[in-house]
Structure formats: C-alpha cells, structure tokens
C-alpha cells in the first residue's frame, strides 16, 4: 500500500489498543503512531483515562491504592468522565482535522473491567456510554491478548490499585475481552505475548488489513 493511499485510508480514523494489564498496548500504542507517521499518516496518540488536565486528575483516583472502597459503579462513571473529556477536547477536534488516532484503551476496557470481571453486565455498561459519550466505539480496537502469567511478569513495578485486585478478577478481565472480540467485528485480537518487534509488526498487518 502506497504513502497516498494509506493517509487517505487513515485520515479522520479513530483506532484502539486494548487489552489485559501487561499486555504491552502502551507501547504499541506509541509504535503504530509512530508507524503512521512514517507513513506520511498525520496521528496522534493519547491514553485513557488521561491526556487532559482533567482526565489526569480523574486517573490518579481511579487508579491509587488509596481509594480501594471505590464500587464498580463509581469506577465506570469516572471512567466515562475522562473519556468525555477526552473525547471533547482532544479525540474530536484531531478526527475533524483528519488526522489519525491512536488511544491507549477506551470503552472495550470498561466492557471487561467492570462490565464483566466487575459483575456490573457488558450490556449495562454499553447503554451508560451511549448516555455519555459522543463517540461509542472507535473504527477499529486491537485487542493484545496475553495469559496472566505474562501480563503480571510484564509489571515489574508497584502495582495500582486497578492491578491489585488479584488473579481471579484479571482471568475474568481477559475473558471478557475475548468474548467482547466474539461479539463485534470492529474489534480484532492480536497475541500479545511475543517480544515488541513481532507484536508491533501483527498489529500493523491486522490495522492494514482491517482498512
């Protein structure tokens, strides 16, 4: 695929990387951004919750072991917060400018994280995101999928509070993001477990080809 044809392919596009804690979607997030733009692809990429003044603020609560009595409800309301903010302020004005998005994680995170390890329901937390946000879903979520051994081996740092909430809920979390896969043709699972060269290049082939 040429230069040309690929920033008209990408131009306006909104994309996600999405996964388990450890699965690496940071870093390959920052790496297809990267990608794009060696690409001629104008792109910009962010993270959620974060990458507004207010969206990082909302962060530092939802993710410090301080605030471990925060309920499942609390967590996905302030999660939907941040991504409205985000979404407003930075997500929506680069896709007016045609430009190319790259997010670390959105809604298909909430869907796993609280609507199916949290027990709140998948459908559940759908129909608070349509109630909240302009944008549901992205043009295309690549899942990086990795086993719970190779997520926790991958976090060689202290862990927040979302991350310490123990293997049983972190199976369930990876479960529901391979039945969220299952469920919608917009999202796309890449194994995740191998070094960052080979991941970053399956990624690229799975953007390429969803495009």
């Known amino acids: 695929m040429n230069n040309i044809n690929l920033q008209k392919r990408f131009s306006g596009k909104f994309i996600v990387l999405d996964g388990p804690d450890g699965c690496g979607k940071s870093t390959q997030t920052e790496l297809l951004a990267e990608w794009l733009r060696n690409q001629g692809v104008v792109s910009l990429s ?74 709140f329901g998948i459908d559940r937390v759908v129909r608070i995101a349509d109630d909240s946000l302009e944008r549901v879903w992205p043009d295309v979520t690549i899942v990086l999928d990795v086993d719970l051994q190779t997520g926790s081996r ?18 369930r979390v990876r479960e529901g993001f391979l039945q969220l896969a299952k469920d919608r043709d917009d999202i796309v699972v890449v194994d995740g477990g191998s070094d960052i060269e080979t991941v970053h290049k399956k990624v690229v082939e799975e953007v390429e080809r969803f495009f």
């Open 154 to 171: 991958r976090l060689s740092r202290e862990l927040d509070r979302m991350e310490q909430k123990g293997d049983g809920y972190h199976e």
């Open 46 to 119: 962010f993270r959620d919750p974060g990458g507004t003044a207010i969206g990082e603020r909302i962060r530092a609560i939802l993710l410090s072991p301080e605030n471990g009595a925060m309920s499942t409800q609390t967590e996905l309301l302030l999660y939907m917060a941040a991504r409205s903010q985000l979404w407003s302020e930075k997500i929506r004005p680069c896709i007016e400018q045609g430009r190319c998005v790259v997010l670390d994680r959105w809604l298909s995170s909430s869907c796993a994280y609280q609507g199916f390890a949290g027990g």
